[in-house]
């Protein structure tokens, strides 16, 4: 069975400061990978994922993810956040090939932005 | 619609009673999904819907929970003798199609409290 791991279950961070996000995953074959957030009061909304190809995936607001096969790894990073940053941030993997569409989420990270 | 719609919002039930959770997806999306969040934790799979059936039930927690969508559109989540231990927030999900890597929309959840 596969797993995801978000190490941090919260994250400060000042406003213009880099952030990076962990996400780990486990899986016996191969993963499709998604990074989903989730702004106060809003639903799931889906922020990049990684399927195949290039290893790094950025998305509209500038953050990215860089898919790390021996290191089993999906981080999230951005530059510089802004206070609409704030979010829970979950990662999540699906099974690629198995005619599974379960998405596996990880207990997700709180990035507080500070002003 | 615009997006994923659920209702109630909340619903808050005596032990013992039956509720009805209700999921209206984006019109055109074939796929639904029922997840259930758990206080600190990220969404669990529960159920899948390709159309009117359902094609993987396998994270039913136990046969006390039921879901339906007989026209292939609107679903909805049965629990029957609710238990304390079902507080939670249900969250529903659609996309256009069935695939691994497809992008789920998610509906802000609705929260189920049983006292």
């Known amino acids: 069975a596969q797993s995801v791991t978000q190490l941090d279950s919260q994250v400060p961070v000042f406003e213009e400061a880099p952030v990076e996000l962990r996400c780990n995953y486990s899986?016996?074959?191969?993963?499709?990978l998604f990074w989903y957030v989730q702004y106060p009061n809003q639903g799931l909304q889906l922020l990049l994922k990684?399927?195949?190809?290039?290893?790094l995936v950025e998305s509209i607001n500038g953050f990215e993810a860089e898919f790390n096969k021996s290191q089993t790894s999906f981080h999230l990073r951005k530059p510089s956040v802004h206070i609409s940053d704030t979010a829970e941030y979950f990662c999540?993997?699906?099974?690629?090939?198995?005619?599974?569409?379960?998405?596996?989420f990880g207990k997700g990270t709180k990035l507080s932005v500070i002003p | 619609g615009a997006g994923v719609s659920q209702t109630p919002s909340n619903k808050v039930t005596e032990k013992g009673k039956y509720v009805e959770l209700r999921c209206d997806p984006i019109?055109?999306?074939?796929?639904l999904y029922w997840y259930r969040q758990s206080l600190g934790q990220g969404p669990e799979f529960l159920i899948y819907?390709?159309?009117?059936?359902?094609?993987?039930d396998s994270g039913l927690p136990n046969d006390r929970f039921f879901a339906v969508r007989p026209e292939g559109s609107v679903s909805t989540l049965k629990i029957q003798r609710t238990e304390r231990g079902d507080s939670a927030v249900y969250l529903c999900?659609?996309?256009?199609?069935?695939?691994?890597?497809?992008?789920?929309?998610f509906g802000q959840g609705t929260r189920l409290t049983v006292v």
């Open positions: 999900a659609s996309s256009f199609v069935p695939t691994e890597a497809a992008e789920a929309f």
């Open positions: 899986s016996s074959v191969s993963v499709y």
């Open positions: 990684y399927l195949s190809g290039s290893t």
């Open positions: 999540a993997v699906s099974l690629s090939g198995a005619g599974s569409y379960q998405l596996t």
């Open positions: 019109s055109g999306h074939t796929a």
């Open positions: 819907f390709q159309g009117t059936g359902a094609a993987d």
